[in-house]
């Protein structure tokens, strides 16, 4: 059983940073591809950035594209989201997962491709 631990959510006033970490259990973190997502009070959970398992691909969603980077180390088992810039409406839990294929190159920000979910860190930006 894979196990997902987020941290490095808080509270950062309008133009600050967070780097949130994710870090996965089990020895075949590197196979697979992650993503991170967030879900705002009211709102459906969406798709923020993923990256595929070496982490020679990402993608970001549009309202984050410039400010938010999604990177990995295989080595450590876990993935970050760098977050600059930030702005009230990024306020949200955010969750990182993991992809349900391995070595797989499509990029997806479906939820349902993503099979193993951590419990979320709360991300408040304060305006």
């Known amino acids: 059983q894979v196990q997902l631990v987020e941290s490095g959510g808080g509270l950062v006033q309008a133009g600050g940073s967070l780097r949130l970490s994710c870090a996965a259990s089990?020895?075949?973190?590197?196979?697979?591809?992650m993503g991170w997502f967030r879900q705002a009070p009211g709102k459906e959970r969406e798709c923020v950035a993923t990256?595929?398992?070496?982490?020679?691909?990402?993608y970001y969603e549009d309202s984050v594209k410039g400010r938010f980077t999604i990177s990995r180390d295989n080595a450590k088992n876990t993935v970050y989201l760098q977050m600059n810039s930030l702005k009230a409406e990024d306020t949200a839990v955010y969750y990182c997962?993991?992809?349900?294929?391995?070595?797989?190159?499509?990029?997806?920000?479906?939820?349902?491709?993503?099979?193993?979910w951590g419990q979320g860190t709360q991300v408040t930006v304060s305006s």
């Open positions: 997962a993991r992809r349900k294929l391995r070595y797989t190159d499509v990029y997806t920000r479906s939820l349902s491709d993503y099979n193993y």
């Open positions: 089990g020895r075949t973190f590197g196979s697979y591809a």
């Open positions: 990256i595929n398992w070496n982490g020679g691909s990402t």
